[in-house]
Each structure stands twice: as C-alpha cells, then as structure tokens.
C-alpha cells in the first residue's frame, strides 16, 4: 500500500505526491463513483489516499481517502444543486483582491467569508495591485481594509510592481497549506511568482473590453514552497454560489453577528423585519457595517454574485 496526498486533479486523472516525495499519476477505483456522492469530485487536491499500483503498469489506483480535516465547497454552477469541492485539509483560505480592473465586490468578498467560517478553514484577504489606487480610490482600499480588520479578519496590502507586502503576503503563507482563490485577473499567479520564482505559473493579460481576466489555471493544483508550506492555486472563480445553508445557519457565519444573535427577542429571528432584533439594532447603531448587513441580506433572499 502506498500513501500520499492529491496535488492535481484533472477531473479523472490524479497527481499524487508520495509520502516519500515521489509523484504518481493515478486513477480513481470505480466503486467510489457508485457511492452516490453529491458532489462533482468525489476525490479533491489536498485529499489524503491510500493507493496501490496498477498491475503492468507505471500508474496508482486510489481506493482510500482518508477522512478531511476540512474542505471547502460551492455551488458548481448557478443552476445546479451538486456541489464542488475545491480545497481539502487546509490551513488557512486565501482571497486574492482588487477592488477595480477588475472589480472584486464586496457581496463576492462576503460570500467567500461565510463559506470559509462554515467550513471552519481560517480567512485572509489580500488587497493586490496597491500601486494602481489613487485618490478616492486609495481612500475606498483603506475603507475597505478597515471594515474587514475590524470584524477580525487579516487584511494584507500587495503590489508586485513596488514590492509592497510581499514580504507580509510569505510569511503568512509560510508552514501552512493554504487555498488561494479569486476572479481572474486579480494578480494571483503574478503575486505567486513573485514569492516563488520557480513556480513559473502562466499569467495573462486582462483584456481591456471586459475589463475581465482571463483564466490562466485550469485545474486546482498544489505546489510546495521553498520556504515550507503549501499553495493551492485554483482557476479564476467568476461567481461563488453558496451551498444552500438553512435561513438558521446564515448569520452564524457573519463574525460581527455571532456574539449577539441571543440577545433577539425571538431564538428563531432571520434578522431581516422582526421586531427587538439585537442585528439590526446593531446595524442602526453602527456597530454592524451596511455593507456586511446587505450582504446578509441577499445571501437570505438567495441571490449570487458575479464580481
């Protein structure tokens, strides 16, 4: 029996990175697409597996996954009730920001959030391309940074062109395995290779009518880092559909909220119209962002966002 974790998947193939260090393409035994899985991939990068070799040949077959210390999914597309995993057995979730060229909303950055705090896999958001604000602009990335700081997120500032960050960005990664997601064109291959130069990750341009980036990954893959840990890079993510969570369960993932959810009138209170609810008491008063509250609004109201 040979053990190792998944560092590649390409949908029906998998790279395998064996506990001795080796790597070994490998196939998943079929009985595991009999099991009716919900979910897209019934094996993920970051998996855990037992596999043995093929007879009369230089390939695995995985016929065990060992269990997850935590995953993260979503919606695999905005129709569709099956879920994708993206990530398994991670350390941290990584969101890869810009707040223009291209847009990164604030309902996208939110959604990201919920799914992290609901998978329990701490979040960071790094703010890229810090060289590119200007003016109101600058004023808007502090705002922004501020709003997230305070709820008790970290917060990093990056710029591949001034070097600013990086150094932050490293040593946040450093001994961890870390999820790094976000739209196309954020700079997340960019900002890779300028941590880890032998990576040599793709990077492209973003094209000047969309104002859109354009996807350079097409798996979700592993690599390790010199400096000790683990990236997962993961294709440019245009929407992220939230898992169905129960109307109960929503606010539970909003940080801000959490500590006063039992002061409202009602234990059932969705937070939206009832009367002597602490949430929106906490709204009026400040202490809740409009921001944060909009979004937890339309995450109730079930709508998904594409920036």
């Not at 710029?159 to 954020?186: C, M, P, Y």
């Amino acid at each position: 029996m040979i053990h190792g974790q998944v560092v590649k998947s390409t949908g029906s193939w998998y790279i395998v990175r064996k506990d001795d260090g080796g790597f070994l393409p490998c196939r998943l035994k079929g009985k595991f697409r009999l099991k009716g899985i919900k979910h897209t991939n019934p094996l993920t990068v970051g998996d855990w597996v037992n596999l043995e070799m093929e007879p009369d040949s230089a390939n695995g077959v995985i016929f065990a996954i060992d269990e997850r210390k935590n995953y993260i999914i979503r919606k695999a597309n905005n129709m569709s009730k099956q879920t994708h995993i993206i990530a398994s057995n991670l350390d941290q979730s990584m969101l890869i920001i810009t707040l223009l060229f291209p847009k990164t909303s604030l309902g996208f950055i939110d959604r990201f959030l919920v799914t992290s705090e609901a998978y329990h896999v701490p979040a960071v958001l790094v703010f890229n391309k810090a060289d590119l604000y200007e003016g109101e602009a600058e004023e808007l990335l502090h705002q922004t940074m501020d709003l997230y700081r305070k709820i008790g997120y970290t917060c990093l500032k990056t710029s591949i062109k001034t070097g600013e960050g990086l150094a932050d960005l490293k040593a946040t990664l450093k001994d961890k395995t870390s999820l790094l997601s976000g739209h196309s064109g954020v700079g997340k291959s960019s900002l890779l290779n300028a941590i880890e130069a032998g990576l040599n990750l793709k990077t492209q341009a973003i094209s000047n009518y969309s104002e859109k980036g354009q996807h350079t990954t097409t798996f979700a893959e592993m690599h390790a880092l010199s400096f000790g840990g683990n990236i997962i890079d993961t294709p440019g993510i245009r929407e992220f559909g939230l898992v169905d969570f129960a109307d109960a369960e929503v606010s539970h993932y909003f940080k801000e909220m959490q500590n006063i959810l039992t002061q409202c009138r009602f234990n059932n209170c969705k937070h939206i119209s009832e009367p002597n609810c602490a949430v929106q008491a906490a709204v009026e008063a400040g202490i809740i962002s409009e921001e944060r509250f909009s979004s937890y609004l339309s995450i109730m109201s079930k709508e998904d966002i594409y920036e």
